[in-house]
């Protein structure tokens, strides 16, 4: 018998009532009064998920509990769920989902938690229920969530809100509790894929960095070595606890001191890689003496900059140009021992320096891409080669390997006859253990970089001396509205307002190896002002 129906309101109400005779509404609906969303409250889903100020975020958690399952059950895997809000002050938090190969949630599903988190409550329903039918989600299959938190005193109560959320769908859960932001990531691709990746553990993460670094370093240590000393600025956050953790599985050559560990301090509070990076000075809380090495993370470590002070007291900043120079120049060199003709590629944004892109160019012969800002963006761009670096500026980034690459390397070190060839081949595959290829790793970044430094015997100095950062500026506009810019080229070229990259053409013509550009920002009202230049006092005035 064949129903033909002329209403579609009609068969999508059919439609509705099917799904949720398995779903059990009035449980979600229960659940949600408890969950309420704050009246006027309006969030916005970004590259790094929902962010504010904490007490505006149970419902948040609530609803993303849900989507994670219905998001779990359309993809067959296991989905992420960490709440954490990086740099930002401790008072605020956020959430974000993590989909089955670490990488960040689907841009549609995106749309999906940001109607779901702005809905009144007698609306969930329907959100869920056109979810569910768009994505063809079969309410049958199983669904499993892993969540993490980091160490803000919001942290736990709001992931306790995910789990009503993920239960209230009869979702499995593991709650991992305490974890960094790229653990979770690691975690869910363990979860997913067994290829290449161990045990699903916080413990196994560790065991498997720790042997890829004394595989790596042992060249380059030798027993009764004086130490490698580094100075770490934990940001007062959840690094300090796992670098800690760490450190037992790792050589004693390498010797780590911790500040700003968070037993005195406020998270990110005059200290961290976004305060380092920002202020252009160390972090409060470390004693920085001429030429020592020191590095900074962020509060949930997924990103790290470098810095010291030099013989004069002058302070350099190491940051995520200068780190992903220093690792694909080491990549280049071990690439060309081994004889491979494997595409390599640095993906940067508009903010990396210019004198980084003209080296990696000019020469040590890299492709440089420039992709609009926002992880996503670099991530997806270094997905098309079989090497891709790629770091933003403020020292996020990791190196992605294509599966053939892996497949090419691996054999190499197993099956080469040439000795030489066989032992860089070694090398890189030692490296591709050590990097967390699902997102930025703090503790991952930290290790590839203290292993590079000690196989070239390079100093801080030396690294640093790579080549000279052009002196910039950035400052960022109040505007009413920052959607009347409009920008093309990957953030470098505005097209709107009309006039105004004309403008910024005839400033930037009057200051030497100088550049700039503005850009709506993705999160609030204001505008984003870079500008670089010969001098300090040219790229201050060009930017101003």
Request: charged share 25%; glycine share 6%; aromatic share 8%.
């Amino acid at each position: 018998m064949h129903i033909y129906y002329s209403d579609l309101a009609a068969f999508n109400s059919i439609c509705t009532v099917s799904i949720f005779v398995e779903m059990d509404f009035d449980a979600v609906a229960k659940y949600s009064v408890l969950h309420a969303k704050p009246s006027g409250l309006t969030l916005q889903y970004g590259t790094a998920g929902f962010r504010t100020k904490a007490e505006n975020l149970d419902h948040v958690m609530y609803r993303m509990g849900l989507l994670a399952v219905l998001r779990s059950k359309q993809t067959k895997s296991t989905i992420g769920v960490m709440v954490t809000a990086s740099h930002n002050p401790e008072e605020d938090n956020g959430v974000k989902l993590v989909d089955p190969l670490g990488e960040m949630l689907a841009p549609s599903w995106e749309e999906y938690a940001t109607c779901l988190t702005n809905a009144e409550e007698q609306e969930i329903q329907t959100i869920l229920s056109d979810v569910c039918q768009k994505e063809a989600v079969s309410l049958h299959q199983d669904a499993f969530i892993v969540i993490g938190r980091d160490t803000r005193p919001s942290s736990k109560k709001l992931s306790q809100a995910v789990i009503d959320g993920v239960s209230v769908l009869g979702g499995q859960y593991h709650d991992y509790g305490l974890v960094t932001t790229p653990q979770l990531h690691y975690m869910v691709c363990c979860w997913n894929t067994q290829e290449h990746y161990e045990k699903a553990t916080v413990e196994a993460y560790y065991q498997k960095l720790a042997k890829a670094f004394v595989e790596l370093t042992k060249q380059a240590f030798s027993p009764g070595d004086s130490h490698r000393s580094l100075k770490v600025d934990c940001a007062n956050g959840i690094g300090a606890l796992k670098l800690q953790e760490m450190e037992c599985h790792l050589p004693r050559e390498l010797l780590i001191q911790m500040y700003n560990n968070g037993t005195k301090g406020k998270l990110n509070h005059l200290c961290g890689a976004d305060f380092v990076k920002v202020h252009q000075k160390p972090p409060q809380g470390i004693e920085v003496k001429p030429n020592e090495r020191c590095c900074s993370f962020d509060g949930d470590a997924d990103r790290i900059v470098y810095f010291y002070n030099d013989a004069a007291g002058h302070f350099h900043l190491l940051d995520g140009d200068k780190i992903a120079t220093l690792i694909s120049t080491f990549l280049k060199e071990l690439l060309s021992k081994v004889g491979q003709t494997l595409t390599m590629a640095v993906v940067q944004t508009a903010y990396a320096n210019g004198s980084s892109t003209r080296y990696l160019e000019e020469t040590m012969k890299v492709p440089v891409h420039c992709v609009k800002t926002g992880v996503k963006h670099l991530h997806q761009k270094a997905q098309e080669f079989d090497i891709g670096v790629y770091f933003e500026a403020n020292g996020h980034g990791t190196v992605l390997f294509s599966k053939a690459a892996v497949e090419k390397i691996r054999h190499l070190a197993k099956e080469e006859k040439d000795n030489q060839k066989r032992e860089a081949a070694k090398m890189l595959e030692n490296t591709i253990d050590l990097i967390n290829q699902t997102v930025g790793d703090a503790i991952s970044d930290l290790l590839v970089i203290e292993a590079i430094l000690a196989l070239k015997g390079f100093t801080v100095h030396h690294w640093d001396a790579m080549y000279t950062d052009l002196p910039n500026r950035q400052l960022k506009i109040k505007v009413a509205d920052r959607r009347v810019i409009d920008t093309a080229d990957a953030e470098r070229r505005v097209v709107a307002p009309p006039g105004l990259q004309e403008k910024i053409d005839g400033l930037v013509k009057k200051y030497k190896l100088s550049r700039a550009f503005v850009r709506p920002s993705g999160t609030e009202d204001v505008v984003r002002v870079y500008a670089e230049a010969d001098t300090q006092e040219n790229a201050d005035t060009l930017a101003h």
